[in-house]
């Protein structure tokens, strides 16, 4: 399989480093970090032409008329550099903070940077070749002296080169040894085919690329994580959302249904005493200020529908979940009105939608809807462990927050978001958020399915997918967020909703255009222009690559 790493990262599974492609240069990676933190070191190659760069799972290539190079992560913290007649500068990027850290020599051919912004050491060894380190400095106003431009000059000798970076958040003594570039290469290799081959077939080059996706974006139980992790991306967005992991889950439960639970189960190893999960995790830092939509029953659900699970995981399960439900009652139903709400836009994981312009805390149909199936959820895991007493109330909760919702949020053939307390609500919503009930399917009855569905195609609908505002209201943007461009979690939502309102047809035909669409930019984008499907935003992002299997996999037109 061959690469495009301007579009997809190039790392491995348990790895901390990725490579990408920035304006013709290799960008390395270090995604302990995020926001901005992440991005560590440019790698120049010099030649008097830009040199091709290729990638295979487990290599990278570049090649020029002046020789070639083979760039391969060793470990989970290192990197190594193989030259044949290609000299490269070692450049400290930092991103958005520049190159504003130090670099010095430790030994004949030993070098280090240190990044104090992107908490990390850089140690870098020539086991071939010689090394020549430059910087840029000056003397601050304020009498501390500033590094501007730290770089380090690996040259070829006797037409090789051989280096080895290490990177780490602690300055910790290198190892010595020179790498055995042929043995790595085929343990590399190995690697990937042996998780590729526990995986479903692919359908299409764009499938096998989302498989690649998948193992690339792991990382292994470190520091807060106590599980291995699929992060989103190990470009941009190094991290894991409260809703973005169960979409990882559900592509990889039919073939690794223990590292699927381990996904599920990843912001539960978090959970606060209150039940609240976080809103963002990182094998350094859990945040609370937000947290994001209840879509766990869901999840949860499908899973169950394929596979049966031991007494003592459904007991596991079912006090984590029941714990997150409460939660939404007691902490986000602001009026105790008995309907919870959103306080901002990041809790519902949409977050600039329209929904939100007229004010915070609205009552976003979305949300009971997502509770009802969460609620039905636990009723069928206390029938499976025997306790009929606990199902029967959930079956009656579900029931009664169902008539609540219809009863606060459908107004005039349409679900509305009622602002918590004054209930006031824009009576001509644009958000596709308030067609995500949909995923209620039958429960809402056939007319207002109909109605929903009219309003999809008639609104929403574009050549490439559902957008995420209507594409004719006056707040759309093609590169607005939440506010207009298509979204792999929305569209597999409105699919699996449309499945179960009775309208297959429609469904197969959304997920067969978002697959094209996947197809035509060439990787799985954070999201996609819904008028042109050109990809936006971050690259690599594994929800993408986790719905565009599943939608190829459920429905033979996709």
Wanted: hydrophobic residues 40%; proline residues 6%; glycine residues 8%.
């Amino acid at each position: 399989m061959n690469l495009d790493i301007t579009s997809t990262p190039f790392s491995r599974f348990g790895s901390r480093l990725s490579l990408g492609i920035v304006d013709g240069d290799l960008i390395v990676r270090h995604i302990r970090q995020y926001s901005g933190r992440e991005r560590l070191l440019r790698l120049k190659f010099l030649c008097a032409v830009p040199a091709v760069i290729t990638a295979e799972p487990h290599v990278v290539h570049v090649r020029a008329a002046e020789g070639t190079a083979q760039l391969y992560l060793r470990g989970d913290d290192s990197l190594v550099i193989a030259s044949a007649g290609l000299d490269v500068v070692i450049l400290l990027d930092g991103g958005k903070f520049g190159g504003a850290g130090y670099g010095f020599q430790e030994a004949d051919q030993r070098f280090k940077f240190h990044f104090p912004n992107g908490q990390s050491f850089t140690s870098i060894e020539l086991h071939r070749g010689r090394g020549e380190l430059h910087f840029d400095r000056y003397m601050h106003a304020d009498g501390i002296q500033r590094v501007t431009k730290v770089e380090l000059l690996a040259r070829c000798a006797g037409g090789q080169l051989l280096t080895s970076l290490l990177v780490l958040p602690v300055e910790r003594a290198m190892p010595c040894e020179s790498p055995d570039v042929e043995s790595d290469l085929r343990a590399g290799r190995q690697e990937w085919k042996t998780f590729r081959a526990k995986m479903p077939p692919a359908r299409g080059a764009m499938a096998e690329l989302a498989w690649y996706n998948l193992w690339a974006c792991g990382v292994r139980a470190e520091g807060r994580l106590k599980r291995d992790a699929i992060y989103m991306s190990k470009a941009h967005m190094a991290a894991i959302w409260s809703w973005d992991h169960c979409f990882n889950a559900l592509a990889l439960a039919p073939a690794n249904l223990k590292l699927a639970l381990d996904q599920f189960l990843l912001p539960f190893d978090f959970q606060l005493p209150t039940g609240q999960l976080p809103d963002r995790m990182t094998m350094s830092e859990a945040t609370w200020l937000v947290t994001k939509p209840p879509i766990h029953g869901w999840c949860l659900q499908k899973i169950l529908a394929a596979h049966e699970l031991d007494r003592a995981t459904l007991a596991d399960l079912y006090n984590r979940l029941e714990l997150f439900t409460n939660w939404w009652f007691e902490y986000r139903d602001t009026d105790q009105d008995g309907v919870p709400n959103y306080i901002q836009g990041c809790d519902s994981g949409w977050d600039n939608s329209t929904v939100f312009d007229p004010a915070i805390c609205p009552e976003s149909p979305d949300l009971p809807a997502f509770l009802v199936l969460q609620m039905e959820t636990l009723a069928g895991i206390a029938t499976k462990l025997g306790k009929t007493a606990l199902a029967k109330k959930w079956i009656a909760r579900a029931g009664k927050l169902l008539e609540q919702l219809l009863e606060h949020c459908w107004r005039d053939g349409q679900f509305v978001a009622p602002v918590s307390r004054t209930h006031q609500y824009d009576p001509a919503p644009t958000s596709l958020l308030l067609l995500m009930p949909l995923v209620l399917g039958n429960r809402l009855g056939p007319a207002r399915c109909r109605q929903l569905v009219d309003r999809l195609e008639k609104n929403f609908l574009t050549a490439h997918g559902p957008a995420t505002e209507m594409p004719a209201s006056p707040k759309y943007l093609s590169d607005g967020y939440w506010r207009g461009p298509i979204w792999a979690p929305s569209t597999y939502l409105v699919v699996d909703g449309l499945r179960a309102a009775g309208n297959p047809a429609l469904a197969g035909r959304i997920a067969g255009a978002f697959c094209q669409m996947v197809d035509s930019a060439g990787g799985h984008y954070e999201n996609y222009d819904a008028r042109t499907g050109q990809g936006l935003r971050d690259q690599g992002y594994t929800w993408t690559a986790s719905v565009n299997l599943l939608l190829r996999h459920e429905f033979a037109s996709a």
